[in-house]
């Protein structure tokens, strides 16, 4: 399934094997297990990614906002299912999506002037990932659009502080 890129079906499918193997001693189970728990967040996110592409091609706003939500649902659900079986790496690349796919959906309402709601949708986005400092700018200049001065620049401050790795040396 994974392979056909039918990720609802590949979920389905590890989703099945976890819950009807987690119990199993048998070894060749247990791996089988193991690899449905890895490979179950990355399915998730797959299914989310799929879905804000699908919101970003939309023309209909209901269609869009449909999509956007259905992309945020698997995103989270990978980020949980990722953590659930201690999968770091599967937990950050979700938490990285989630950003981004608030960073798009925030942004039509941030070029388009309406910056409360842009706040409201890049706040969510920055939960998510705060590293993202596209983002963040962004949130802290809807802020300051919004005269929340203040809470504008407690994020530019945050991100004039971020640790710049490449730059380091």
């Known amino acids: 399934a994974v392979e ?9 499918l590890f989703e099945s094997v976890i819950n009807e193997g987690s119990e199993e001693e048998d070894e060749t189970i247990a791996g ?3 690899n449905a728990q890895n490979n179950l967040p ?12 699908a919101a ?5 706003a209901k269609v869009k906002d449909a999509k956007f939500a259905e992309a945020i649902a ?11 079986y201690r ?10 999506m989630i950003g981004k796919v608030y960073q798009v959906q925030g942004g039509e ?15 969510k986005g920055y939960a998510a990932n705060p590293r993202n400092t596209d983002m ?13 001065y203040d809470e504008g620049m407690a994020i530019y401050d945050k991100i004039c502080k971020m640790p710049a790795d490449k730059y380091a040396a």
């Open 74 to 84: 698997h995103l989270e659900k990978a980020v949980a299912k990722a953590k659930s």
């Open 4 to 12: 056909a890129k039918d990720y609802a079906k590949a979920a389905e």
């Open 136 to 148: 963040a700018l962004n949130l802290a200049t809807s802020y300051c659009e919004l005269g929340k």
């Open 56 to 60: 970003t091609k939309a023309t209909d």
């Open 32 to 34: 089988c297990v193991k």
């Open 109 to 123: 309402a941030f070029n388009a002037k309406d910056y409360a709601t842009a706040a409201a949708v890049f706040e």
């Open 87 to 96: 999968n770091t790496k599967a937990a950050a690349a979700a938490n990285n």
């Open 42 to 53: 990355v399915v998730y996110t797959r299914l989310g990614s799929a879905a804000a592409g």
